[in-house]
């Protein structure tokens, strides 16, 4: 079983220093022991400098924090999936920050989500609930309600390039991480979910993974967590030696 580890960079680093950490991070790596697919996503203007930076790693790669739902047309400022350097196989869609700031809607992820699985690239589909101390209920109605939006009009046929990110908005980037508990139960309940979708064939293969004030401290608590195959982390993966030591843990999963 894969255990996947991505990195969110947010709006960080320079050319230069997003060189300097793919480098560092393919030389610090070196060999793994278990199947683990470390991600990262640069910033759009980073991205071509990462894959060159990364191409001699076996175990990262690399994807992108946002694309436009069209190929291409008068869009000013946005990327489009054709922009994205060869070596981009993810893309993130829904991550709270985005519906945040960015006006990206319930319609709007519906355009991305199914741009990119019907590209051909892995959606890494963010969810979660805004509300920090909610029933289970009425977090399984918005998280169920969230995924059924993103992938509505989607064809038949490309599970396969779907998988989901559980990340509650108010553990995002504020040292409250979700107790492993919750999450183990959100993960199972997002499983049981997809699998009785139509488009989602193969249910088993959606893979769930947790996002929310992940440390070096407490990474190993969600990656024993039976229903998590994985986490993505924002501040903690921001320095080479401690992202490495991410992935250290998980090679004892
Ligand atoms: P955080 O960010 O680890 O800093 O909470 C996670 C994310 O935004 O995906």
């Not at 790596?29 to 278990?34: A, F, N």
């Not at 924090?65 to 893309?91: A, K």
């Not at 995002?172 to 959100?186: C, D, F, K, Y």
């Amino acid at each position: 079983m894969t255990i996947y580890i991505y990195s969110n960079w947010k709006m960080n680093f320079t050319q230069d220093e997003a060189h300097q950490f793919g480098y560092r991070l393919t030389e610090a790596i070196g060999h793994l022991s278990k199947q683990i697919e470390v991600i990262l996503f640069p910033g759009n203007a980073l991205l071509t400098t990462v894959s060159k930076a990364i191409r001699n790693s076996a175990y990262i790669g690399l994807g992108a924090q946002n694309v436009h739902w069209e190929c291409g047309g008068s869009f000013t400022g946005e990327t489009s999936l054709r922009m994205l350097p060869d070596l981009c196989t993810h893309v993130l869609v829904g991550h709270s920050e985005r519906r945040e700031h960015f006006g990206d809607t319930e319609a709007i992820i519906n355009r991305k989500t199914v741009r990119i699985i019907e590209g051909g690239l892995k959606a890494v589909l963010c969810v979660g609930e805004s509300d920090p101390s909610p029933s289970d209920e009425s977090v399984e109605d918005v998280i169920g309600a969230q995924i059924s939006s993103a992938l509505g009009n989607l064809k038949s046929g490309f599970g396969q390039n779907l998988m989901i990110a559980y990340e509650p908005v108010w553990a995002v980037g504020s040292n409250l991480p979700a107790t492993p508990e919750m999450v183990n139960s959100r993960a199972k309940f997002i499983k049981g979910f997809t699998k009785q979708l139509d488009y989602v064939e193969n249910s088993e293969s959606v893979p769930v993974i947790y996002g929310g004030s992940v440390t070096l401290e407490n990474v190993g608590a969600y990656l024993e967590l039976e229903s998590v195959d994985g986490v993505l982390l924002g501040g903690a993966s921001l320095s080479v030696e401690s992202f490495k030591q991410v992935i250290r843990v998980a090679e004892d999963y």
